[in-house]
């Protein structure tokens, strides 16, 4: 097939998204595929142009436009099929204040919290108290991402999350093991459980930098509590109307797997965890995207 590969774009995670691309692109190659590449921070205005003349678009991009579901709706413009979510549950999913209502709503445990559309006023703390996340409302990578445990932290983690962000969701700083979970299909992938060798969370270096975490896949946990897990993974994937492929991240309250936000482009780079658990069921890089193709054109959910 002809196949455009869509990745790179204006968000803040740009250069996470050129990386996983690189290793997409070869996949794609080996499978048999012509590739053409399509990056919207300069080529934005061709998007449905080049859509109409490929058989399929790859897409690896993270935060907006991308998983907002913007390029999804362009694409469906054309009648170029995707892999992955469409606009709708692409826009729920990258909302974090959305999607933690959708959760709510069907009865999946989520932490509280604020949403601050504009910066509060000097002397602001949540109603939840400290210890506190602070978070860009639709970026990732946790980057903007702050743990504020003492009052006069809060303005410069303020100043953080809303330069990345118009809007800011703060949490209260949940302890516990941190757990993800992938879902392939309408099948609940092996949990793995990350623990960051440096600093206190899952942050941008913890991700993305070789070997400054420990993610153990699968993780070694009781098994009533994988499969908790498991099931509140693919809950958030039918709640939030997803297709293909999600990845949802969780803190564990003793038993009770609390979801902090589902993503739709999981990362597809040499440390990212979706590859890491498809592996674990003995699918390699090249036959994870051969199998997200697959989804789609089949129209699986």
């Known amino acids: 097939m002809k196949i455009l590969l ?3 774009g204006w968000s803040s995670e740009r250069e996470v998204s050129l990386n996983g691309a690189n290793q997409i692109a070869a996949a794609l190659t080996n499978l048999g595929h012509q590739v053409t590449p399509l990056d919207p921070l300069t080529e934005f205005d061709s998007i449905i142009g080049a859509a109409r003349g490929h058989d399929f678009a790859f897409l690896n991009l993270h935060g907006s436009p991308g998983e ?5 709706a362009l694409l469906d413009c054309a009648g170029c ?8 549950a692409s826009f729920l999913a990258l ?31 949540p109603a939840f108290g400290l210890p506190v996340f602070l978070k860009p409302n639709t970026g990732g990578s ?14 410069g983690a303020l100043d953080a999350a809303f330069a990345c962000g118009r809007e800011v969701l ?18 609940a992938l092996p949990p793995i459980l990350i623990k960051p060798k ?8 913890s991700k993305y930098v070789k070997d400054a975490a420990d993610e153990i896949c699968p993780a070694p946990l009781p098994e009533a509590v994988l499969g908790k897990v498991c099931g509140a993974a693919l809950k958030a994937h039918h709640l939030l109307g997803l297709s293909g492929y999600s990845r949802a991240d969780f803190i564990l309250d003793g038993d009770t797997p609390v979801l902090l936000e589902v993503n739709t482009l999981p990362g597809m780079t040499a440390t990212s965890l979706l590859p890491r658990a498809a592996a674990a069921m003995g699918l390699d890089f090249t036959g994870l995207v051969a199998r997200l193709i697959e989804l789609s054109l089949a129209g699986k959910p």
């Open 6 to 8: 869509i990745a790179g």
């Open 68 to 72: 907002d579901g913007l390029i999804q």
């Open 81 to 88: 099929p995707y892999q992955g979510s469409g606009p709708r």
């Open 95 to 125: 909302n974090k204040a959305a999607s933690k209502q959708v959760f709510r709503a069907g009865g999946l445990a989520t932490a509280d919290w604020e949403f601050l559309v504009e910066r509060p006023a000097p002397g602001w703390q």
């Open 142 to 155: 946790s980057l903007g991402m702050s743990l504020v445990r003492d009052t006069p932290e809060l303005p």
């Open 170 to 187: 703060a949490e209260p700083a949940l302890s516990g093991l941190e757990v993800t979970c992938a879902v392939l299909g309408d099948e």
């Open 198 to 205: 440096a600093g206190v969370f899952f942050d941008y270096a």
